[in-house]
């Protein structure tokens, strides 16, 4: 071989399996598995990919019939007409609000608290030149037709940009979105012509809780986004679905976005078998997250949002502690804990021992501010308040 060849192909060389990569994994499962941070950590079984390793092995841009296959179930699952595999729930929403907006002025309708709203980086302006005009609820759990009507915006006044969609969210914040209140949108949505897309990343959950079928679920929508590796545990993935013409434009925006994919045989195999065998589990997910909150209502702990599906968020300061203050602890311990500040989400491979332990660590704390004298701070329960907190220290000493 040429030697400047063969350097270069040395060069090119790399072993990213450390000698000790089994050991390595099992530790992480163990974390994930004492992580309250998100649903998004949970990670591929070894059954997984033994199942996702006989997929084939077609491109996806050209014909993938694994991932055909997929798209197929999973617009048959909603009732609609067609789907189309993606990389994240964020590409999924914004092909849809892409997808469904011609040109501007356009404006959407969402929850303040909105994925779209709050975590997808202004994407609905870059990529669609859409306003949004993001909406807190009054009842302070979700948006309802009262809330929504004042604010969309008829006519041709070209000081104004006309509602084109209303995004919904469900769950959102773990919380559940009656379907009454979402037909009673929908039907005012279609009179007047305005379309109606879903952030159904956790929609699994809300089937599971309320037995409602998918597609009963969906049927309101013009479009929906469904994710599956958050509840459900695939390691990526998200489905749009919607009419068979919106598809295909999608698919087409999808390659222009730069999310067009090759070989996902193995990333579909993945979802099915997560279809197949952990969307069961959800209902024990749900009975988790709710012992996590009694266990709190009964050492006096606040909770700012309840646990109607796998999560909940909660207020230490009702007993004298700060989200710093379990942060720090919950790491120090010997088998630790991960949390982030006042959400905690329970997973499909959340360990019930970790909730205990999570238990364990905040009766203690506070006990120890019961005999430092400490007091606990006020809480301000008027109007809606923001519950996602994430830590921070704070410059103040708690009372």
Partial sequence: MDPKLASIIEQVKVDIITPTQQRDNARQLEEVSRSFISDTITVPTKEMFAYAIQTSLGDDVYNEPSTIALEAHIAKLTGK???????????????????????????????????????????AAIHSGALQNALTPKNGHHLTLKDIEPHVVFGTDIHSAPTRIICLENTLDGTIMPQSDIIEIADFALKNGILMHLDGARLWHVAAETRTPIDELCAPFDSVSLCFSKGLGAPVGTCLVGPKEFIQKARWFRKIFGGGMRQTGVLAGSVAYALTHNFSLLPRVHALAKRLQAGLEELQVGILSPAETCMLFYDPSTIGIEYWEIIDRAAALPNPIGLTGSRLVIHIQTSPEAVEDFLSLIKTLKEEKAQAGIVPLAVNSNGMRNVYIRAARSSTPTR
């Fill in 81 to 123: 007409e067609a789907a189309l595999f993606v990389s994240s729930g964020t590409m999924g929403n914004q092909l849809a609000i892409r997808t469904h907006l011609q040109q501007p002025p356009n404006s959407i309708i969402c929850d303040i608290r909105a994925h779209i709203n709050k975590y997808e980086a202004g994407g």
